[in-house]
């Protein structure tokens, strides 16, 4: 019993033995008139309109408390990303197993006929939405919500081989990408580019991270545009990873590279993004395949994509920038940039619809290196 009805089952008993009582006070005082039968009738009466009445005073007064139920886009959009995010990286390894067609992996918005709602989704990227052996399901079930998602056909997001817009390669390899940005480590200047841009020889062997390696010159132009020209030293290799979050390696110059940036302003400064800007802001990059400026609308700024290393290597990148444009082979390392200038990120993968960024942030956290 709980206690918001104890005193008014109190109340209901003693209302009852104050019924049979009276009761039978005026039967005694009747002197016989009455008969016993209709007594025991008059009694048990009573004790059915007690029980009744007893019923429906429970029923009014110990309802049980209704759990107020929060559906998932109740929520603000912050703790809709938040729960999102959460489940993708918990269990986005576990869903590439189940469903092996998926190919990028993100908390977004829901899109429908190529309107973004302000719904909060799982965005699942496939090569084909059509087909599949096991259908996805609508809504994913985390901690007690229903989170829905959006399943979107792409390509395989490969990384783009090809200065800031010049191209660069090792001396004697035909796959060649953008010479990258210029970076420091305390006083000294560096060049940042893509690990499997400077160190493609490394990853063709499966190695995965790279210290001083063995012949580490890198030329400009690159081996597969020299057309006959003399070999041209610009740096050499210092150390190079490809883990979980980072694709990027790092030179040395031996020369003086002036950066090729008539086309885009900057990079000024390092620009981190949000989720209000998704859909917003235009980001542009050029790089040695391109060879002319290319912009796209940023589409998030937190997407996990399974890039293909030119069948070296299939490899998960979490928390990479997307922008809704294509690049070029030859133009992974390419500085991308907003339209003030400000550096963005580099450019890593890319796929019949969209391009994927390393961002400027995310390297500034796991490495030494700073942006100048």
């Known amino acids: 019993m709980s206690k918001n009805t104890q005193p008014q089952n109190r109340l209901l008993i003693s209302f009852l033995i104050t019924l049979i009582i009276l009761n039978l006070i005026d039967v005694a005082l009747s002197y016989g008139s009455r008969s016993l039968l209709s007594t025991y009738i008059e ?11 007893g019923h429906y005073i429970t029923f009014f007064f110990n ?31 576990n869903l590439k197993l189940e469903y092996p067609e998926i190919t990028g992996i993100a908390a977004g918005r829901k899109n429908i006929k190529g309107k973004n709602l302000k719904a909060v989704a799982i965005i699942i990227q496939v090569t084909k939405k059509e087909g599949n052996v096991k259908p996805f399901p609508l809504y994913i079930q985390y901690k007690g919500f229903r989170i829905p998602t959006d399943v979107q056909q792409a390509g395989i997001a490969k990384a783009q081989f090809t200065s800031i817009a010049s191209g660069v390669s090792r001396k004697d390899d035909l796959m060649y990408g953008t010479l990258g940005i210029p970076i420091k480590k305390g006083s000294e200047l560096f060049y940042m580019s893509c690990y499997h841009v400077y160190c493609n020889k490394e990853l ?18 690159c081996f597969s545009d020299l057309n006959g020209a003399p070999i041209t030293p610009v740096g ?31 990079p000024i400064y390092y620009r981190t993004l949000t989720r209000e800007q998704e859909n917003k802001i ?3 990059f050029r790089g040695n395949g391109s060879k002319a400026v290319r912009e796209g609308f940023l589409r998030n700024i937190a997407f996990d994509q399974y890039i293909d290393y030119e069948g070296k290597k299939d490899h998960h990148l979490i928390n990479l920038i997307q922008i809704d444009r294509c690049a070029s082979d030859g133009d992974s390392g390419a500085a991308v940039c907003d339209l003030s200038g400000n550096y963005i990120g580099y450019v890593v993968a890319s796929d019949n619809n969209f391009t994927y960024i390393i961002a400027a942030y995310t390297i500034e956290n796991l490495t030494n290196y700073k942006f100048i």
């Open 63 to 93: 309802k049980p408390a209704r759990k107020k139920i929060v559906y998932f886009d109740m929520l603000d959009m912050p703790m809709q990303f938040k729960l999102a995010e959460e489940y993708i990286r918990s269990s986005s390894q």
């Open 204 to 221: 063709a062997a499966g190695k995965l991270s790279v210290e001083n390696p063995n012949d580490p010159t890198l030329i400009s132009p």
């Open 236 to 266: 050499t290799i210092i150390e190079g990873f490809l883990t979980e979050s980072l694709d990027v390696a790092i030179m040395k110059p031996q020369i003086d590279i002036v950066p090729n940036y008539s086309e885009i302003p900057g």
């Open 282 to 284: 235009i980001l542009r």
């Open 43 to 53: 009694v048990i009466s009573i004790l059915l309109l007690g029980i009744i009445l």
